[in-house]
């Protein structure tokens, strides 16, 4: 297998020669060698969505260069439509913080942006994976957040119009089942009767509360860690920042 040569601050490492992914990624590829659980890819395109607001916001409150800003944004793009899934080789059994996932998505978006810039990333790295796509970041924060992200998408896209499709066919039966009359049952015995719509009516309302209490927690997924940084307080980013 062709192989190059990346560095980080424990020294050299070996990585295909054609992958976008860096060192980080690399040594978190042989340092755990456990399970075959990938990293959902729910979580990568969350990171995705968060890298490009963040080099959107460098570049409007910094010195950031809007160049690199816009080669972030696009690659970001690019992963949100599953073109580089593969590039995302990490299990979930990881450090605690998530700081591999972290920075194989800093070191995909960033060779890949080099690339846009029209650059070879093997020879030299226009977009940095932690002083450009990283800037004002830490894994503490971005993982959080891209939880939140991925949790809330999924939840809204997914969930409640599943249940809504669910509660909606429910709610036709007890329309349907308002005149069949049945015996209702009530400590393993047989109660006074009631009607099987009203009885499918009860399901429906059970859904429909659910899902009120799933909207209801979508309101907090919506505040997001990011803008703390390594310890919440917001070192080294810019004022304002955070909102």
Known sequence: ??????????????????????????RSIQNFKIGGQRMPMEIVYAFAILKKAAALTNAE??????????AIATVCDEVLTGKHDDEFPLV???TGSGTQSNMNVNEVVSNRATEVLGADFRENKLVKANDDVNKSQSSNDTFP??????TYMKVAQHTIPNIQALRDTLHAKA?????VVK????HLMDAT????????SGYVTQLDRGMA??????????????????????LNTSPGWDE
């Not at 329309?175 to 005149?179: C, E, G, I, L, Y």
């Open 145 to 150: 957040t891209a939880m939140h992200i991925a």
């Open 175 to 179: 329309t349907a089942f308002d005149s």
């Open 92 to 94: 979930v059994w990881q």
């Open 213 to 234: 209490a799933l909207r209801d927690s979508l309101k907090r997924l919506t505040e997001l860690a990011l803008g703390g940084t390594a310890v919440g307080t917001g």
């Open 61 to 70: 409150l910094t010195h950031f260069s809007a160049e690199k800003a816009q």
């Open 1 to 26: 297998m062709r192989v190059r040569i990346e560095k980080d601050t424990m020294g050299p490492v070996e990585v295909p020669y054609d992958r976008y992914w860096g060192a980080q990624t690399q």
């Open 193 to 200: 009767p009631l009607t099987l719509g009203q009885e499918f």
């Open 183 to 186: 015996t209702g049952r009530t």
